[in-house]
């Protein structure tokens, strides 16, 4: 199977991997004040011409006054919106990168006071020789993980859809927290701009909304546009792959999304420079024979 091994985020919501994809981003609304005016244009000659002068004067002054209020309204919001600092997007990227090639996960993430992953209705998978872990936890909390080896084991969550060991909102296990919660980083739905289920996830969805990575170059700027190219490439093309090679998991296609991203980055330079262009055919045939040299 072409599906890749992950080693970042392994943690699995309630819903099963390939049960649901998340849905596109809403577009944006148009300029109210523009089509406030269209819709009393419409309203004109709807009357034939015949509605009073001051009340269609009446009827414009109305609208701009409402477009102005939603627009002050929502720039208030915009000042006032919560922002945390991400970290810089290069050293991100390339961490994340180096982290999935060598398999030695682990993600220093500033969550500061938020516990998002925590009460998000996961499945935490822990791996047998994480012994340490398994004897901190209760018995009753675990049991084996689907198609794994036996010793692979699954803690899931309780009935406020939160972590049992999430004690106090804190975690009371954390020195010995399993690997799987180590691994992840919510961030990395803000760098490839992979949705989050605001309905089973929404704390976490919103720390996705909150993050603000620092990309000061145009190098960066590259980087970031590219990695959200590739991640937006496999949604939207799975079709020119096998059956499930690509994953429906917000998660695993985000780790897809980065571990592609240097062959992604190249095979978009290449179109670029041919004058034919690489159709997507051909880059998803790229991208199959590199995962089956990954495994």
């Known amino acids: 199977m072409l599906a890749p091994r992950f080693s970042v985020g392994l943690a699995t919501p309630i819903i099963h991997p390939e049960s649901r994809r998340d849905g596109a981003h809403a ?124 010793g692979h084991v699954l803690m899931g969550y309780n009935d406020k859809r939160q972590c049992p060991m999430l004690i106090d909102n804190q975690c009371s296990i954390y020195e010995d927290r399993p690997q799987t919660c180590r691994d992840y980083d919510c961030r990395i739905f803000a760098a490839t701009g992979i949705s989050v289920d605001r309905q089973t996830q929404p704390e976490i969805a919103q720390r996705v909304q909150e993050w603000v990575f620092n990309v000061e170059n145009e190098e960066s700027r590259d980087e970031d546009r590219i990695l959200k190219e590739a991640a937006a490439f496999l949604d939207k093309n799975r079709e020119l792959f096998p059956p499930r090679s690509i994953p429906s998991n917000p ?45």
């Open 251 to 295: 998660v695993q296609l985000a780790v897809l999304a980065v571990r592609i991203y240097p062959l992604f980055s190249g095979l978009m330079a290449q179109r670029r420079q041919d004058a034919t262009g690489l159709s997507d055919a051909a880059i998803a045939d790229a991208i199959l024979t590199a995962l089956s040299e990954l495994g």
């Open 27 to 150: 577009p944006r609304h148009s300029n109210f004040l523009r089509e406030g005016s269209k819709s009393v244009t419409r309203g004109i000659a709807a009357h034939n011409g015949l509605r009073p002068v001051g009340a269609l004067r009446n009827a414009v002054v109305h609208e701009e006054l409402r477009s102005n209020r939603m627009s002050n309204e929502k720039n208030d919001a915009s000042i006032g919106a919560v922002t945390v600092p991400a970290g810089d997007f290069a050293a991100w990227l390339h961490g994340t990168e180096a982290s999935l090639q060598s398999g030695n996960g682990g993600a220093d993430v500033p969550c500061g006071a938020c516990r998002g992953c925590c009460r998000s209705s996961m499945f935490i998978h822990i791996r047998p020789e994480e012994t340490q872990t398994i004897k901190r936890i209760p018995r009753a909390l675990l049991f084996p993980t689907p198609g794994r080896p036996k």
